[in-house]
């Protein structure tokens, strides 16, 4: 699967921001997706995934009650709403999708990465 991340871009403190992530080649229902994030000088880090049907989705302390991952499966295409940004948010946003009978949502768990979308969030 190809996945094609965008939405990135400058926002101000306490601003909002919807990352959308579109998949490409097998059927979209075949993958768990997930977003990911990597700060300067620092790890790629888990932010939030979703279930094939979903129903499901976990999300970092970190962003918990700020961001909400969604996906659409008649449009092959998974969001991340992110409000109430701040600084500690700046970072280049990936796509991630999981084969449907994986488990879990870590990093090595990811099966297709896509390119990065760049979010920077100004104080």
């Known amino acids: 699967v190809q996945l094609q991340a965008s939405g990135g871009g400058l926002v101000q403190a306490g601003g909002s921001l919807r990352l959308s992530c579109a998949a490409s080649?097998?059927?979209?229902?075949?993958?768990?997706m997930g977003w990911f994030r990597q700060a300067p000088g620092k790890e790629r880090e888990f932010v939030a995934g979703?279930?094939?049907?979903?129903?499901?989705?976990y999300y970092a302390d970190s962003v918990k009650g700020r961001f909400i991952i969604s996906r659409d499966n008649t449009k092959n295409m998974v969001y991340l709403q992110m409000n109430s940004l701040n600084p500690e948010d700046t970072a280049v946003y990936f796509c991630?999708?999981?084969?449907?009978?994986?488990?879990?949502?870590?990093?090595?768990?990811?099966?297709?990465w896509g390119q990065g979308t760049l979010v920077t969030v100004s104080s």
């Open positions: 979703i279930s094939v049907s979903g129903d499901n989705t």
């Open positions: 080649g097998r059927p979209f229902s075949l993958y768990r």
């Open positions: 991630a999708a999981y084969e449907h009978y994986g488990i879990g949502y870590s990093g090595s768990a990811v099966d297709y």
